[in-house]
């Protein structure tokens, strides 16, 4: 009897060990898409790489995303690549008296000691340039950032609608008429 009781004891002991088991992965499972899609390397961190997607026949695109400096020495994005594309240069978008400007940044972007980047429609962004195939929407592709200090890391971009991921800014944003594909060989 008292092996009988001991047992059971035992049992509902490992029957509420195994649900409080069952119950944090679960948790895990549930918390984990808010970390699915970024990525670290030394003191950065990077946030959801997305795209927009492109209509057919587009040879270029824009490529998002932010980076976070955590630490005590600035760093430097200097170069992007993506398999779907010829080549990706990084760049700058303003406007001053009205007058919509955008440069290619050839030295990168500087990511300041405990500051953060955001490549964003509007502002700083990849440009995409002959794009291999239209970016499609729930798609994903494969790039490589590379940082001065950091070194390289590879991520994945998302390709979002045009709306963009919630709080990007509207398509049209960015005008890319005057970026020429590149010449063929």
């Given at each position: 009897m008292i092996r009988f009781i001991l047992r059971r004891a035992l049992r509902g002991t490992e029957d509420r060990v195994g649900f409080l088991i069952?119950?944090?992965?679960?948790?895990?499972?549930?918390?984990?898409p808010a970390f699915a899609h970024g990525y670290?390397?030394?003191?950065?961190?990077?946030?959801?790489?997305?795209?927009?997607?492109?209509p057919a026949g587009a040879k270029v695109g824009g490529g998002y995303l932010t980076i976070e400096n955590k630490g005590t020495e600035p760093d430097r994005l200097v170069s992007v690549t993506a398999e779907i594309a010829d080549r990706v240069e990084i760049h700058e978008m303003t406007v001053k008296d009205g007058v919509m400007n955008?440069?290619?940044?050839?030295?990168?972007?500087?990511?300041?000691?405990?500051?953060?980047?955001?490549?964003?429609?509007?502002?700083?962004?990849?440009?995409l340039i002959g794009l291999k195939q239209p970016l499609k929407e729930g798609e994903r592709f494969k790039g490589t950032l590379t940082f001065a200090k950091a070194g390289t890391v590879d991520v994945e971009f998302k390709v979002e609608g045009m709306a963009g991921p919630k709080g990007a800014a509207p398509a049209?944003?960015?005008?890319?008429?005057?970026?020429?594909?590149?010449?063929?060989?």
């Open positions: 069952l119950a944090a992965a679960l948790a895990l499972f549930a918390v984990q670290k390397i030394g003191q950065l961190e990077i946030g959801h790489p997305w795209a927009r997607m492109t955008m440069r290619m940044l050839a030295d990168g972007i500087e990511i300041p000691a405990g500051g953060e980047v955001k490549l964003a429609p509007g502002g700083y962004h990849l440009m049209g944003a960015e005008d890319h008429s005057g970026h020429m594909a590149p010449p063929a060989n």
